[in-house]
């Protein structure tokens, strides 16, 4: 049973676009909200982060939109940009400090 | 890098023969992960370890097992690889606390198995 929900799988975006992917959770006591970057034959990379105490989580051109009553969180990617093509994960963390992860979503940004 | 090292990083190994990855941290990191990804799965906990000797399962352990001899090493063995079990491992670290920055977990570079 899939810990975290992530969608969609696959996005494409066009340079200057709004990227925007979706994850769900329903296990409550989940603490900590990483999504992470990840490139071809490397490994995942943290991205940004944020506590369930706060709505929003602004870094640079990607924010974190955290909605707790619904369980839902979401990356924005603003101005996208073709180096943003990658996979993105998102995660949360469990008691005992494990991590969860959804499936994936694999981006594309078209110059 | 968050100074992890997965060893070895490719190796191809025949059906019912144990295999034995390795993940070598220099951070002094007490958690340390083991997990396999595969398309459509995203990345699943295989092992964790939240100190010397200490280990636990994750979501997919049946057919691999786990040991932390040293704070710096943390080893997968597959008793019996099967084709199954192909798959990119990442080893991953983790400090255990939210500090200013939040707490997170760093990934190695992972390593590719594929069992033939």
């Known amino acids: 049973q899939q810990q975290v929900k992530q969608s969609p799988q696959s996005l494409i975006v066009q340079k200057g676009g709004i990227s925007i992917i979706n994850c769900a959770y329903e296990?409550?006591?989940?603490?900590?909200f990483p999504w992470y970057q990840q490139f071809p034959g490397k490994g995942p990379a943290l991205l940004i982060a944020?506590?369930?105490?706060?709505s929003e989580k602004k870094e640079g051109r990607f924010t974190i939109s955290f909605n707790k009553s619904a369980k839902q969180f979401s990356l924005h990617i603003m101005d996208s940009q073709p180096g943003d093509s990658a996979t993105y994960f998102c995660?949360?963390?469990?008691?005992?400090?494990?991590?969860?992860f959804g499936t994936g979503t694999s981006l594309t940004v078209i110059p | 890098d968050a100074g992890i090292t997965q060893s070895p990083r490719h190796k191809v190994t025949e059906t019912g023969t144990p295999v034995t990855l390795r993940c070598h941290q220099t951070?002094?990191?007490?958690?340390m992960y083991w997990y396999r990804q595969d398309p459509g799965h995203g990345l699943r906990l295989i092992h964790y370890?939240?100190?010397?000797?200490?280990?636990d399962k994750g979501e997919v352990s049946d057919g691999y097992s786990v040991s932390r001899s040293k704070t710096e090493d943390f080893l997968l063995t597959l008793e019996s690889a099967t084709s199954s079990q192909t798959s990119v491992y990442f080893c991953?670290?983790?400090?255990?606390?939210?500090?200013?920055?939040?707490?997170?977990?760093?990934f190695g570079e992972g390593s590719w198995l594929t069992v033939v």
């Open positions: 995660a949360a963390r469990s008691t005992g400090n494990q991590f969860y």
């Open positions: 296990n409550t006591a989940f603490d900590y």
């Open positions: 944020i506590r369930p105490d706060v």
């Open positions: 951070e002094n990191h007490r958690y």
């Open positions: 370890s939240y100190g010397v000797k200490d280990t």
């Open positions: 991953a670290i983790g400090q255990g606390s939210l500090r200013r920055s939040g707490n997170t977990i760093y």
